[in-house]
């Protein structure tokens, strides 16, 4: 839905709008700018001007939430791929902060993604702050802000897109469901071993292991 239908709505109440976005709560909705008039130009301001992250969806600025822990966890498998990569020159990675527009007027910001070379003529990586990319490999370190109807909607929209493979970590339970496909899921348990396939062939890490260089967790 654009920016214009979303106005035309004018029977739409908090809570529509909550559940169309994916049951996301009220505290990660931006009301400035108004739902349904945020632009890519806002994703932009609000990043630099707060340093917050915020995907774009249907005209409305939905903050990303993220822990230390979940970082952290990002932080290890970048280091991890790097590593891959390194004798694997198959693409880049990157980080939480990268932005890519899937389709126009929808910004997504996997947590880490992988982006083949053949995405980037001559190897030259775009300028523009927002580019026009499906990642090869998108992950997503689910916090306790995320719902399940939001990750649906958003695993929907990668395929769409043109993602190849999803990662969808749960920290808490130490598993990871992995989608090569919107119908196509297994689930990886902690003394598993999660598979490159086609996206990054010979890639393959065991899931304890991700957790043991990412450190552990305080219990509460």
Known sequence: MNSSALLASTDE???DLMERLGSVPLSRIRLSPPPGTATERDVIAVHDRTDRLCELVDGVLVEKPMGFYESRLA???IEILGQYLSSHDMGIV????GMVRLSPGLVRIPDV???AWNHFPNRELP???IPALAPDLAVEILSAGNTDAEMTRKL?????????????LHPKTRVVEVF???????????????DGGEVLPGFSLRLNDWFAKAGRQRTA
């Open 156 to 168: 929907r929209e990668y395929f769409e897109a043109g993602v190849r493979m999803v990662w969808y």
């Open 113 to 115: 993604s992988f982006l």
């Open 127 to 129: 300028s523009e702050a």
């Open 75 to 77: 932080a290890a498998l």
């Open 180 to 194: 090569r496909g919107l119908d196509q899921r297994i689930v990886v348990a902690e003394s598993g071993v999660l």
């Open 13 to 15: 109440t908090l809570d």
């Open 94 to 97: 990157l980080s939480s902060d």
